[in-house]
């Protein structure tokens, strides 16, 4: 498998997380192979936001799990500070483990209902063997506040909260060991629209607080453009284009990115109809994805060289940071090479 | 309090903390009367619990002395009155709950653990253990219990350490099946990622996030259980393969009063009315346990 | 096609490992088998002579060898007792045993399908209640208590019914019946509660569906949709609880032919546990095993062959 090119790679000495290569493949019976993540290769800044965005399918729910090695990839490197997260052993990983925490999509079901929140909030310190009871108790008072809960709740049930309040308790959950990075993986899919922002804020409001490096993933462009620094774009397990939120919503260089784009939904009454950008055909199955540019089958500038050579990522226009993975791009590309 | 379904319902629109999760009865006259029944249920289990563990020290006569009596009914001299030997019917009664919650107590008690401890592992951990455990629990199912336990009870002789023995292996595979299947259910939910994800060890992951989701299913069927195990030893002492005179038990009980049914019928009835209330009492438990698992929710 | 295969290879090797210890009983329990047969004051005489009857004294696997090679001709070995041969014993024996199993099956059902349609469609009535409490009841009454007070209040206060004694049907029906009904409905007392309340409850789940309210609003009659549209997806887990229940009343069905002294199966074992006559009780045991393995095997692959989704799952 041909991976990306490393070119919109960062400076290795400011980089919090490096995934490179990062393949996961699962077998589905009969010698067939599910695709789910094929060759990704990004990098991660300490402090910085980078969202991960998609279709359902995308692989990029496998992508952050693959990360905590929850399972393990098929191939490629995690490399967390420089270390290499999937060629350490049991003992080393778990070690790492607090520094790296994950907060899922149905907040409910990440929380056992038959254990108090207090309880759920102490057993990572209680795994670790940190401080005391009465320490212990301290931090998880500390925490619950800080996430906007009152302390009172440490003895009740998960099903006594809200989806929201539950999903408060899984982020205090995750950032009770101190962690420096986050996964966020579609935090507020679950939940009502009102309390959506108000996640999304405590989110921003921990990443300062703490000092956190998030990555968040998400299929929700709206929520995305706000929190990040920098935005992803996959499509059946690969990367398509990468650079700042205001260079992908304003102008978008692959076709997938601009039709993604288009569909979104513009809260504006007033805003007038744009002509859409529209995707044809069905998402391909990741049993045999297409050859070449996987999307090719979906795109209405493909032409041969997109069915015979797959594209890597190249850097486009007039930003610094900007990169595509496509032969017939949108935007002007930076490569004085490309056709 | 929010509802059990909170993000289907956030899916739609619904604000669902708002809607309460409430058990709604039919009529408000069955309510009561289920939970009537489900007292009078424990309290008779109580009771005779208590009878059967106070029996040395209680007032009543030794369950073999007499002899050579003559059947009396109740309240004629006695409280139970007595059985075609004379010997007094209560202190029977007592004595015979006394091995018979002995015997179901110890085997499923026994069961539960080693069902649970097995079908913990073979569910969580899997591999070759859980290959290995099906296989066996599917042969020792494959046989019709009654009938391997008249048999080894024939060979071997009924002490009651041989029934508790029997009695155990034959429940056990169901044990271990539901446990099985309720820790692989478990082991896919959410929350034990995040347990794992927190550095927990797989013991850990086992004992504190799984087992408490396993118990309540495996506890409801431990009750049911309870109650087929008090039939089966019921069974075999009427059989006469049971527990051994002169030691009393009420199936053996039952077997002696025939002759004197209609004579004295009493005999058969004390002990086959309090069966029928022990068995009855802990399928009511095992109901009242399984339900409370499950909210019902308001529908529309 | 190829499901049912694999089980059935499965369920061989279950039905070999059965026979097996089925078999191999007497030496797999501790104490000297000569001991447990004849009685403590065996003498060397007759143990030998009893092991080399039972052929105890040859390795373990040959003998199952030769017990399998026999058995799967028909030759169960003879009783100890008049030797009879153990087959013919069996043979005699079943037709009673089958009639007092199938009939309670039908029996149960009988009252139950119809009671859980009804308390489905008019859940929380009158019928509901009633049928739901006397199904509980049911269950909870052992099938042997059951038999002692039928006889109590049928055949000796009323006098109604024979407290005991079987005639074949093929003698005279009707003495037949009257002495099967107490054996039928006590041994279809336990299965009729289990049945009722499972297809209860699965009724009034499936009533619950949309389709149903689609078929309402299409105007179809109650009965169509109640017997059409919600019985179907029940039929499926009761179909394999009447399996499993049925070989397990088999056991059941022992105690009840005591009581009643019908000639059947349940019988024979017993009596063979009395005299301690070990050939008969073996084949008699191995018998059991074999048709209890081989019916739970049939509705498993019944079951999978009728469902797809369990193929593939």
Same mark, same amino acid.
């Given at each position: 498998m041909v991976d990306s090119s490393a070119a919109h790679l960062r400076d290795d000495d400011h980089a919090l997380l490096r995934v490179e290569d990062l393949t996961v493949e699962f077998g589905a019976g009969r010698g067939r192979r599910v695709h789910?993540?094929?060759?990704i290769t990004f990098d991660v800044l300490a402090g910085e936001t980078l969202s991960l965005v998609g279709e359902s399918g995308c692989g990029k729910s496998t992508t952050g799990r693959a990360i905590v090695q929850l399972p393990p990839p098929t191939r490629g490197r995690v490399l967390y500070d420089g270390d290499d997260l999937a060629k350490m052993s049991k003992i080393q990983l778990k070690k790492v483990r607090p520094r790296i925490q994950m907060i899922y999509q149905d907040p409910i079901s990440s929380l056992n209902p038959r254990r108090t929140i207090g309880r759920v909030i102490d057993e990572p310190l209680r795994v670790w063997r940190t401080g005391d009871n009465k320490s212990r108790g301290r931090a998880v008072d500390e925490i619950l506040e800080a996430v906007?809960?009152?302390?009172?709740?440490?003895?009740?049930?998960?099903?006594?909260?809200?989806g929201g309040q539950c999903q408060r308790i899984c982020i205090a959950r995750a950032l009770v060991l101190d962690p420096d990075l986050v996964i966020c993986d579609?935090?507020?899919?679950?939940?009502?629209v009102s309390v959506q922002a108000q996640i999304l804020n405590l989110l921003e409001e921990m990443k300062e607080r703490y000092g956190l490096t998030l990555i968040f993933i998400s299929h929700d462009l709206a929520v995305v453009r706000n929190v990040s620094d920098r935005v992803a774009v996959m499509y059946l397990g690969k990367l398509c284009e990468i650079g700042p939120p205001e260079d992908l919503y304003d102008a978008p260089a692959h076709p997938y990115t601009a039709a993604l784009m288009d569909a979104a939904p513009v809260a504006d009454p007033d805003a007038p109809v744009r002509q859409n950008r529209a995707l044809t055909g069905e998402l391909p199955s990741p049993l045999a994805p297409p050859s070449g540019c996987r999307f090719r089958t979906r795109c209405e500038y493909a032409t041969e060289r997109c069915t015979n050579e797959e594209p890597l990522l190249r850097p486009v226009g007039p930003g610094q940071d900007h990169f595509v993975a496509c032969h017939h791009p949108l935007v002007e590309t930076g490569d004085p090479e490309a056709p | 309090m929010a509802s059990y379904d909170a993000p289907a319902d956030s899916a739609r629109g619904?604000? %669902? %903390?708002?809607?309460p999760v409430v058990a709604l009865p039919r009529r408000p006259f069955k309510r009561h009367f289920r939970t009537a029944f489900l007292a009078l249920a424990i309290g008779w289990l109580v009771l005779i619990v208590m009878l059967a563990l106070l029996a040395p020290l209680l007032p009543i006569p030794e369950s073999d002395a007499g002899g050579f009596g003559v059947a009396k009914k109740p309240f004629?001299?006695?409280?139970?009155g007595t059985d075609q030997l004379g010997r007094d019917m209560l202190s029977r009664l007592v004595y015979g709950a006394r091995m018979s919650f002995l015997i179901a107590g110890a085997s499923i008690s026994l069961a539960l653990s080693i069902g649970v401890a097995v079908g913990l592992w073979a569910g969580y951990v899997r591999g070759k253990l859980e290959t290995v455990v099906t296989a066996v629990a599917d042969i020792i199912l494959a046989f019709p219990g009654l009938v391997l336990l008249m048999v080894v009870a024939a060979l071997l002789g009924a002490s009651p350490r041989n029934l508790i023995f029997a009695i155990t292996i034959l429940q056990v595979p169901t044990f271990i099946r539901l446990a099985r299947a309720s820790t692989i259910s478990v082991a896919n939910r959410e929350f034990v990622l995040a347990a794992k994800g927190s550095g927990a060890g797989t013991m850990r992951i086992a004992a504190l996030e799984i087992l408490p989701n396993v118990l309540p299913t495996l506890t409801a069927y431990a009750l049911a259980a309870t109650a087929r195990v008090f039939v089966i030893e019921g069974s075999l002492s009427f059989l006469g393969l049971g527990i051994q005179p002169p030691t009393p038990a009420w199936g053996s009980m039952i077997a002696a009063g025939r002759p004197q049914l209609?004579?004295?019928p009493h005999i058969v009835l004390i002990p086959a009315i309090s069966l029928f209330a022990t068995v009855l009492s802990f399928n009511a438990l095992a109901d009242a346990r399984r339900d409370s698992g499950r909210p019902s929710r308001l529908i529309g | 096609m190829r499901y049912a295969f694999g089980r059935f290879t499965y369920l061989l090797f279950i039905l070999l490992a059965v026979t097996f210890l089925v078999s191999t009983m007497l030496e797999l329990m501790p104490g000297e088998p000569a001991y447990i047969i004849i009685g403590e004051e065996a003498d060397e005489e007759q143990i030998e002579a009893l092991n080399k009857r039972l052929g105890l004294d040859k390795p373990v696997l040959e003998r199952y060898a030769g017990w399998l090679g026999n058995a799967v001709t028909g030759d169960l070995g003879r009783s100890s007792s008049g030797n009879i041969p153990v087959a013919q014993l069996i043979r005699q024996r079943l037709p009673v045993t089958i009639q007092l199993v199938i009939g309670s099956q039908l029996l149960a059902l009988a009252f139950a399908v119809p009671s859980a349609i009804y308390s489905s469609y008019r859940s929380g009535g009158f019928v509901d209640q009633a049928s739901s409490a006397m199904s509980f009841a049911m269950i909870s009454v052992p099938h042997f208590v059951l038999a002692v007070l039928l006889i109590l209040i049928f055949g000796v206060n009323l006098g109604w019914l024979p407290t005991a004694g079987f005639v074949p049907i093929t003698e005279n029906f009707a003495n037949n019946m009257r002495s099967m009904v107490m054996p039928t409905i006590a041994v279809a007392a336990g299965p009729a509660g289990i049945y009722q309340r499972l297809l209860r409850s699965d009724m009034t789940a499936t009533l619950r569906e949309d389709y149903i309210a689609m078929a309402e609003a299409k105007g179809q009659s109650p009965t169509r949709i109640l017997l059409r549209h919600a019985l179907r997806p029940s039929m499926f887990s009761l179909m394999t609880l009447v399996g499993l229940t049925t070989a397990a009343a088999i056991g059941g069905s022992v105690v009840v032919e005591v009581i009643f002294g019908l000639p059947g199966i349940g019988r024979l074992l017993i009596n063979s546990i009395e005299r301690r006559d070990v050939v008969v009780l073996q084949g008699v045991v191995a018998f059991i095993g074999v048709g209890y393995v081989a019916l739970n095997g049939f509705v498993d692959i019944l079951y999978g062959v009728l469902d797809p989704r369990v193929r593939r799952g």
């Open positions: 789910a993540v094929s060759g906007g809960l009152d302390p009172s709740a440490k003895s009740r049930r998960p099903y006594e909260f809200s579609e935090p507020v899919s679950a939940l009502d | 619904i604000d %669902s %903390s708002a809607i004629e001299d006695r409280f139970l209609v004579a004295a | -």
